[in-house]
């Protein structure tokens, strides 16, 4: 198993582009969800989804759309990118929603 | 709120030493408490995972300890080795009708030296 894929690694977008971070998982999770890493802080969920075609917001959904057609992909979109969107953010899945399973992570900047 | 605290923000140790990480927490209804390791530049990875009703949970070197009366955990790293060396975040889940919320640490990072 691949575990969960994250694309791309970096990412450098111009105030208001819009972009797709993308996530996959190959092991069947329901459970997947975004976050964002920023210094100094913990881990924040974006939104989260416990199932295909079921997604729900997190701690800090402004400015960031998600959707999941599939069990496996749950991509984040980032509709008017913002100097305050840069961070690290990170993919998880889970079966249970207990052990998460995180990507490796995809660093965007906004200018 | 629910707030995970965790303390020190940062230690270094000498290899082959032993270190404890704290974390106090105050999310409510608990469901478990996670510790979770993260390198620099990559995901982070679980370690334990303790529910209510466990008081430690041991993974190899890593020995973490709950005491939901005082709502504290720590982590023990026994003989420290370089590759120690990364951030420790504490992770508390709160139980939702859909599943667990949960509540990150911002974590301790810690650097092992030879």
């Known amino acids: 198993n691949a575990g969960v894929t994250q694309t791309p690694k970096f990412q450098v977008l111009k105030t208001g582009q819009s972009m797709t971070l993308q996530c996959a998982q190959d092991m069947n999770h329901e459970y997947m969800s975004w976050y964002r890493q920023d210094p100094g802080m913990g881990l924040r969920l974006i939104h989260y989804s416990v199932g295909a075609g079921i997604t729900d917001q997190g701690e800090v959904p402004n400015g960031y759309n998600v959707s999941r057609s599939t069990t496996e992909d749950f991509p984040l979109r980032l509709l008017s990118a913002a100097p305050s969107q840069t961070s690290v953010y990170f993919c998880?899945?889970?079966?249970?929603?207990?052990?998460?399973?995180f990507g490796p992570g995809t660093r965007l900047l906004v200018l | 709120k629910n707030q995970v605290e965790q303390s020190p923000q940062s230690l270094i140790i000498l290899e082959g030493k032993n270190c404890t990480l704290q974390?106090?927490?105050?999310?409510?209804?608990?469901?478990?408490l996670r510790w979770y390791k993260q390198d620099t530049g990559r995901g982070p990875v679980s370690l334990t995972i303790?529910?209510?009703?466990?008081n430690t949970k041991s993974n190899g070197r890593y020995t973490a300890t709950l005491d939901a009366d005082t709502k504290q955990s720590s982590l023990h790293i026994t003989a420290s080795q370089l590759s120690d060396s990364a951030s420790y975040i504490c992770v508390v889940s709160e139980q939702w009708a859909a599943g667990n919320k949960l509540t990150f640490g911002g974590g301790t990072r810690v650097l092992v030296k030879p």
């Open positions: 303790m529910t209510f009703s466990e």
């Open positions: 998880a899945s889970s079966r249970d929603s207990k052990t998460q399973y």
């Open positions: 974390c106090n927490y105050t999310v409510s209804p608990f469901s478990n």
